[in-house]
T-cell receptor
């Protein structure tokens, strides 16, 4: 499958700790995107990193991309209870022209 | 401006009935996508519309599923003769398309939760 495979499936941390989620994929990519989903409803776009980029920041979010290992990581620093959600990586493939989503990581941040 | 809207937010139907789900994309967005998400799972791609091009229907799970996009704006996903396994959240997304579909940020609606009894 060319979809992103995420690790871990579930993560539980204390408020203030950092949370790291990983995404691996099998195909060549144009970009890799991370989305957040609260309560099983609509997704919110967090960050897009292109295949020629290695790292990108947005507020407390840091995304890295290693195309040689076909993997990406999302780091949330100084987590808050409000960060509790599911996080999905999505592979933007030039071959298929589609955005293919992984199965997601469920993050719980305990106050 | 307004985001992507979907209606209804919840739909309960009986097995065998037809249902229509509606999506209003962000004005000016030329690309529109439908996804399905079963409980605790990732998003399953269903169909993709881009401008006046023929839609990419490769993700539709059976011929009971169809979708239209009228006037390049509103889209309707129709499920005929619903089955219990059709129960899921159906998500619509749009994007200001530049180039191929997988290359841009997608903006999601809140979804329609479909329950087939």
């Amino acid at each position: 499958s060319q979809q992103g495979e995420e690790d871990p499936q579930a993560l539980s941390i204390q408020e203030g700790e950092n949370a790291t989620m990983n995404c691996s994929y099998k195909t060549s990519i144009n970009n890799l995107q991370w989305y957040r989903q609260n309560s099983g409803r609509g997704l919110v776009h967090l960050i897009l990193i292109r295949s020629n980029e290695r790292e990108k920041h947005s507020g407390r979010l840091r995304v890295t991309l290693d195309t040689s290992k076909k993997s990406s990581s999302l780091l949330i620093t100084a987590s808050r209870a409000a960060d509790t959600a599911s996080y999905f990586c999505a592979i933007g493939s030039s071959n298929t022209g589609k955005l293919i989503f992984g199965q997601g990581t469920t993050l719980q941040v305990k106050p | 401006g307004a985001g992507v809207s979907q209606s209804p937010s919840n739909k309960v139907t009986e097995k065998g009935k037809d249902v229509e789900l509606r999506c209003d994309p962000i004005s000016g967005h030329t690309a529109l996508y439908w996804y399905r998400q079963s409980l605790g799972q990732g998003l399953e791609f269903l169909i993709y519309f881009q401008g006046n091009s023929a839609p990419d229907k490769s993700g539709l799970p059976s011929d009971r599923f169809s979708a239209e996009r009228t006037g390049g704006s509103v889209s309707t996903l129709t499920i005929q003769r619903t089955q219990q396994e059709d129960s899921a959240v159906y998500l619509c997304a749009s994007s200001p398309q530049h180039g191929l579909a997988g290359l841009n940020e997608q903006f999601f609606g809140p979804g329609t939760r479909l329950t087939v009894l």
